[in-house]
C-alpha cells in the first residue's frame, strides 16, 4: 500500500509543481520532495525487506564492527595490488568508516537510501525534461533492487553513473578516474562504465 501512495504522490507533486507556471525553484522542490519519500521508504523498511541479501548485508554490518582497521586496510591494499580475491572490500571500508558516527544498521540503510537517492534525484532534475516519468520509471523498473537490496552496487551505481556522468560529459579525466575508481572498489561490476568516458 506505502508504495501505491507513493505513486500516487509523484503524480500529486507533478501535477501541484509542474504543470502549472513550472519554473527551476519548483522542479527543483519536486525532485527533493519525491526524493525524500524514497529515501524514507527505503531507509526506514525493516530488515526482513529485501530477503536473504539484507540479512547477509546486516551480518556483513556487524561483523565489520568487529573488524579492525589494520585487516580491512590490508584486505583492500592486497586486492588492488596482490590478487585477492575478496568481495568488493572498498564497501566494507565505507562500512567501518560509517561505523564512526553510528552502529545502527536503520541508520546506515537510510545513509545509503540518501546517498542514492540524493543523487539520482541530482540527476533527474539536471537531465530529465519530465521528472516525474523519470521517478515512475525508477519506481516500477529499479526500485526494487536499487533501495532494497544491492547496497554494493547501489554505492557503485550513485557514484559511477550519477557523478561520473557529468564528469565523462565535461571531459573532467582525472575526476571521473577518481569516481570510478571508488566505484570500482565497491562493486567491481562498475568498470564497465570506463568505456562510457
Given at each position: 500500500?506505502v508504495?501505491?501512495?507513493?505513486?500516487?504522490?509523484?503524480f500529486?507533486?507533478?501535477?501541484?509543481?509542474?504543470?502549472?507556471?513550472?519554473?527551476q525553484?519548483?522542479?527543483k522542490?519536486?525532485?527533493?520532495?519525491v526524493?525524500?519519500?524514497?529515501?524514507?521508504?527505503?531507509?526506514?523498511?525493516?530488515?526482513?525487506?529485501?530477503?536473504?541479501?539484507?540479512?547477509?548485508?546486516?551480518a556483513?554490518f556487524?561483523?565489520t564492527?568487529?573488524?579492525?582497521w589494520?585487516?580491512?586496510l590490508?584486505?583492500?591494499?592486497?586486492?588492488?595490488?596482490n590478487?585477492?580475491d575478496?568481495?568488493d572490500?572498498?564497501?566494507?571500508?565505507?562500512?567501518?568508516?560509517f561505523?564512526i558516527?553510528?552502529?545502527?544498521?536503520?541508520?546506515?540503510l537510510?545513509?545509503?537510501?540518501f546517498?542514492?537517492?540524493?543523487?539520482?534525484a541530482?540527476w533527474?532534475?539536471?537531465?530529465?525534461?519530465?521528472?516525474e516519468i523519470?521517478?515512475?520509471i525508477?519506481s516500477v523498473?529499479f526500485?526494487?533492487?536499487?533501495?532494497?537490496?544491492g547496497?554494493?552496487?547501489?554505492?557503485a551505481?550513485a557514484?559511477?553513473?550519477?557523478l561520473g556522468y557529468d564528469f565523462?560529459?565535461e571531459?573532467?579525466?582525472?575526476k571521473?578516474a577518481i569516481?570510478s575508481?571508488?566505484a570500482?572498489?565497491?562493486?567491481?561490476?562498475?568498470?564497465?562504465?570506463?568505456?562510457?568516458?
Amino acid at each position: 500500500m506505502v508504495y501505491f501512495i507513493n505513486i500516487f504522490l509523484i503524480f500529486a507533486w507533478a501535477v501541484l509543481l509542474l504543470k502549472h507556471n513550472p519554473n527551476q525553484t519548483k522542479r527543483k522542490l519536486y525532485c527533493g520532495i519525491v526524493a525524500l519519500q524514497w529515501i524514507l521508504i527505503s531507509g526506514l523498511r525493516h530488515i526482513s525487506i529485501g530477503g536473504a541479501d539484507n540479512y547477509s548485508y546486516y551480518a556483513r554490518f556487524e561483523m565489520t564492527k568487529t573488524t579492525s582497521w589494520k585487516t580491512i586496510l590490508q584486505e583492500n591494499w592486497d586486492y588492488l595490488f596482490n590478487g585477492l580475491d575478496a568481495k568488493d572490500p572498498g564497501y566494507t571500508l565505507v562500512t567501518k568508516i560509517f561505523q564512526i558516527f553510528s552502529n545502527d544498521f536503520q541508520v546506515f540503510l537510510i545513509f545509503i537510501a540518501f546517498v542514492f537517492t540524493s543523487l539520482m534525484a541530482w540527476w533527474i532534475y539536471k537531465y530529465s525534461s519530465m521528472p516525474e516519468i523519470s521517478f515512475l520509471i525508477y519506481s516500477v523498473l529499479f526500485y526494487a533492487f536499487y533501495a532494497v537490496t544491492g547496497y554494493r552496487q547501489t554505492l557503485a551505481t550513485a557514484l559511477i553513473v550519477f557523478l561520473g556522468y557529468d564528469f565523462a560529459k565535461e571531459r573532467k579525466w582525472a575526476k571521473f578516474a577518481i569516481i570510478s575508481f571508488i566505484a570500482f572498489m565497491l562493486h567491481k561490476s562498475s568498470i564497465v562504465f570506463i568505456v562510457y568516458y
